[in-house]
T-cell receptor
Framework: AQSVTQLGSHVSVSEGALVLLRCNYS??????LFWYVQYPNQGLQLLLK??????LVKGINGFEAEFKKSETSFHLTKPSAHMSDAAEYFC????????????FGTGTRLLVSP | AAGVIQSPRHLIKEKRETATLKCYPI?????VYWYQQGPGQDPQFLIS???????DKGSIPDRFSAQQFSDYHSELNMSSLELGDSALYFC????????????FGPGTRLTVL
């Protein structure tokens, strides 16, 4: 079975500061990992994904994440926060390719102050 | 680019009524997933369909049923609605060649009064 733990339900940063959102996963098979962003009253938008290959993946809006198998982590980072980054971020895991469901973490709300 | 379409976007029902949510996947996507997101919660998987057959089932109540039609659109039917069914219902679709990358629709917000 797969599971995801997101540390910190809320993360506050100042505009221009580093953003770090933590995600640890549990999977009995090599996982596929995803980060989604959700703006208020909107759907889920894919930020980036790790499937196979390079462990550092770059996504949209300047975000990137690194898959660390030894630490079972897939933390999301952005060097400089922008006010428009304020949203809810969900880490999700799927047990490899195919049509398996995504298992989501509980989400982290990113707050960006001027 | 075409996206996943869900209708209606908002729905208000009374307890014990029925509701039907519709999902139109991205063209050529053959897999559809339904998720339920309660207030302040993470999305929870309900059910999925691949090539019009149910492929997986999650925490979907017996009061709910779903199907995928020949044009790949899907409908989630909810009966005997309860207050706790109030949530955002997402549909996602996947194309046959992707690494399980699911594209989400904007969701249907169901409010049960």
């Amino acid at each position: 079975a797969q599971s995801v733990t997101q540390l910190g339900s809320h993360v506050s940063v100042s505009e221009g500061a580093l953003v770090l959102l933590r995600c640890n996963y549990s999977s009995s098979v090599p996982p596929y990992l995803f980060w989604y962003v959700q703006y208020p009253n909107q759907g889920l938008q894919l930020l980036l994904k790790y499937t196979t290959g390079a462990t550092l993946v770059k996504g949209i809006n300047g975000f990137e994440a690194e898959f660390k198998k030894s630490e079972t982590s897939f933390h999301l980072t952005k060097p400089s926060a922008h006010m428009s980054d304020a949203a809810e971020y969900f880490c999700a895991v799927a047990p490899g390719p195919g049509f398996q469901k995504l298992v989501f973490g509980t989400g982290t709300r990113l707050l960006v102050s001027p | 680019a075409a996206g996943v379409i869900q209708s209606p976007r908002h729905l208000i029902k009374e307890k014990r009524e029925t509701a039907t949510l519709k999902c139109y996947p991205i063209p050529r996507h053959d897999t559809v997933y339904w998720y339920q997101q309660g207030p302040g919660q993470d999305p929870q998987f309900l059910i999925s369909f691949y090539e019009k057959m149910q492929s997986d089932k999650g925490s979907i109540p017996d009061r709910f049923s779903a199907q995928q039609f020949s044009d790949y659109h899907s409908e989630l039917n909810m009966s005997s609605l309860e207050l706790g069914d109030s949530a955002l219902y997402f549909c996602a679709s996947k194309d046959p060649s992707s690494y399980n990358e699911q594209f989400f629709g904007p969701g249907t917000r169901l409010t049960v009064l």
